[in-house]
C-alpha cells in the first residue's frame, strides 16, 4: 500500500509537465481570430510537431501560442481596437 502511494506521490510532478510553456491567447474577435487560423507561420509550426518528443511538441506549442498572441494583437491594432492588456509572459530561451 505505502509502495502504491509512493509511486502515485512521484508521478503527479510528471503530469503537469507536458502543457505548453506559453498559455494559448483568448482570441474573442472573430474576423482576427480567422487571420490568425489562416496564418501561413501558425500552420507551419504545426506541420513540424514530432509527437514522439514532447520536449519539442511543448516548444512548438508555446512558440504558437506566442505567433497566435502577436498576429491577434497586430490584427486588433490595424483595425483600431484595443489590445488585450496584461503581464508580458517570460521569454524562453531555448
Not at 512521484?10 to 482576427?32: D, M, Y
Request: glycine share 4%; charged share 25%; proline share 7%.
Amino acid at each position: 500500500m505505502t509502495h502504491r502511494f509512493l509511486f502515485l506521490v512521484l508521478l503527479l510532478p510528471a503530469c503537469g509537465a507536458l502543457e505548453p510553456l506559453v498559455a494559448a491567447p483568448i482570441l474573442a474577435n472573430p474576423e482576427c481570430r480567422q487571420e490568425v487560423r489562416r496564418s501561413p507561420e501558425v500552420r507551419n509550426m504545426d506541420r513540424q510537431s514530432n509527437f514522439e518528443n514532447q520536449t519539442q511538441v511543448r516548444r512548438l506549442a508555446s512558440l504558437e501560442h506566442e505567433a497566435e498572441a502577436r498576429i491577434y494583437n497586430d490584427c486588433l491594432r490595424r483595425r483600431g481596437l484595443p489590445v488585450q492588456g496584461g503581464v508580458v509572459p517570460i521569454q524562453q530561451v531555448w
